[in-house]
Nanobody, 121 residues
């Protein structure tokens, strides 16, 4: 089995910062692109940022210049540093990974359980 576990969410005032972590564990052979998604109440899940195994990053326009995605391949862990947070950043944040399972040798998309980020005005 492969698991993704997020941590680091919470309540913060507008203008504040939070750092999310996503740790992948289990029967992992290799990990390709990893990404952070978020879903606000009544809205569709949207991509926040993603990062390839080689470190190429991609950001949603709404978070460019405020959020930074990174990963530690040796630890199978991804991070999202969120600065200058706004109330509209409030959502459940999910991590995603394109992972090859070492048992089945198949590539699949895996998701974490989500972590709540709430930004108060």
């Amino acid at each position: 089995q492969v698991q993704l576990v997020e941590s680091g969410g919470g309540l913060v005032q507008a203008g504040g910062s939070l750092r999310l972590s996503c740790a992948a564990s289990g029967s992992i052979s290799s990990i390709n692109t990893m990404g952070w998604y978020r879903q606000a109440p009544g809205k569709q899940r949207e991509l926040v940022a993603d990062i390839t195994s080689g470190g190429i990053t991609n950001y949603a326009n709404s978070v460019k210049g405020r959020f930074t995605i990174s990963r530690d391949n040796a630890k199978n862990t991804m991070y999202l540093q969120m600065n200058s947070l706004k109330p509209e950043d409030t959502a459940v944040y999910y991590c995603n990974g394109q992972i090859r399972n070492m048992i089945t040798w198949r590539w699949s998309d895996y998701w974490g359980q989500g972590t709540q980020v709430t930004v108060s005005s």
